[in-house]
């Protein structure tokens, strides 16, 4: 009878807007991520990378397990895991694999160039030369692209 009850109380529950834990948790979300949710420190279950390329939105997410493209991640933010970042509740943003991915290979590629301190445009061309995937929407680096990519 009292289970019952518990069962019933759960599909009214259903009918409201999942929360971020529960989507995450749908998702098969663990570790930071669903801690972050579970603290009520994630209320958007939604891409936060800079550059979302993902065509059924920031809002899609493949399940964790099947680690595709459009699996959720954490990402090291703003502080890079090559730098000593850490995933701790203040340094992760969510995102899809593959945006951070994308994310981590340009400001590590910048990075290093800005280092050897080259000018935008001089890194510009180096990555149309390597054939760095660019940001959403352009085909091409430019020295604006390469500031963007960097600051955000
Ligand atoms: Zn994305």
Redesign the pocket.
Known sequence: MHHEASQASQIRASAKPASALEQLGALGVGGILWQLANDGQIVDVR?E?PQ???FRG?RYFDPAPAWSDWSPTADHHPRLKMHGGQLTPDNVRL??K??NNRDFIWRQKINSMLAKRMSLDEIAARLNEQQVPTIHGTNRWTPAAVRKAFVS
Do not use: A
């Open positions: 891409c990378m979302c390329y993902c920031r995102g899809h593959l945006c």
